[in-house]
T-cell receptor
Framework: RKEVEQDPGPFNVPEGATVAFNCTYS??????FFWYRQDCRKEPKLLMS???SGNEDGRFTAQLNRASQYISLLIRDSKLSDSATYLC????????????FGQGTELSVKP | DTEVTQTPKHLVMGMTNKKSLKCEQH?????MYWYKQKAKKPPELMFV???????INESVPSRFSPECPNSSLLNLHLHALQPEDSALYLC???????????????????FGSGTRLTVV
């Protein structure tokens, strides 16, 4: 079983749609959680850290359920510019900063 | 613009060549990383430096040799590479420690734009 698993993609949605990405992690020692965005042939960029209390940044909402070892990302009113691959990432306790990446979910927002 | 600068952006090298990838950051970060990313795959950790000392080597072949001359610079020396080593090589940096306590979550990394390496 992969340490971090994400919904397989690609997700093809129209502009203005709401889209949700799900992610599960297997190691209960995971301590920090992130969503990264990666555009084609570019580097990953931090989208959001994810907190147990949930957090929102504009059209983006991230949720963490430690009991279920589940992370989500909700994008409301999707834009063409949201098209990218979204990577679910966790950091393990005592792993010296090592980040574990999910396989990524590709999102394509169409006009 | 990214705050982690990688050079060169593209590199083509033969299997007998020796080349180096360079990475620089001026954010005062004390942890620096090398990742390798193949097409349609997530980044895979290669090396971690913390306070200029190598702290993690993910069983990377010796044809990849990292070096951290100071807290702002990270190099990756390449020698006798194979075609399957062709990939995007990403450098990243972070504050020394990923914060544990809520609600501040963690810092995450800042990635450089990468060096696209082709081995012929």
């Amino acid at each position: 079983r992969k340490e971090v698993e994400q919904d397989p993609g690609p997700f093809n949605v129209p502009e203005g749609a709401t889209v949700a990405f799900n992610c599960t992690y297997s190691n209960s020692a995971s301590q920090s959680f992130f969503w990264y965005r990666q555009d084609c042939r570019k580097e990953p960029k931090l989208l959001m850290s994810v907190y147990s209390s949930g957090n929102e940044d504009g059209r983006f909402t991230a949720q963490l359920n430690r009991a279920s070892q589940y992370i989500s990302l909700l994008i409301r009113d999707s834009k063409l510019s949201d098209s990218a691959t979204y990577l679910c990432v966790v950091n393990l306790l005592f792993q010296g900063g090592k980040l574990i990446f999910g396989q990524g979910t590709e999102l394509s927002v169409k006009p | 613009d990214t705050e982690v600068t990688q050079t060169p952006k593209h590199l083509v090298m033969g299997m007998t060549n020796k080349k180096s990838l360079k990475c620089e950051q001026h954010m005062g970060h004390r942890a620096m990383y090398w990742y390798k990313q193949k097409a349609k795959k997530p980044p895979e950790l290669m090396f971690v430096y913390s306070y200029e000392k190598l702290s993690i080597n993910e069983s990377v072949p010796s044809r990849f040799s990292p070096e951290c001359p100071n807290s702002s610079l990270l190099n990756l020396h390449l020698h006798a590479l194979q075609p399957e080593d062709s990939a995007l090589y990403l450098c990243a940096s972070s504050q020394d420690k990923i914060v544990v306590s809520e609600p501040y979550g963690g810092y995450g990394y800042t990635f450089g734009s990468g060096t696209r390496l082709t081995v012929v």
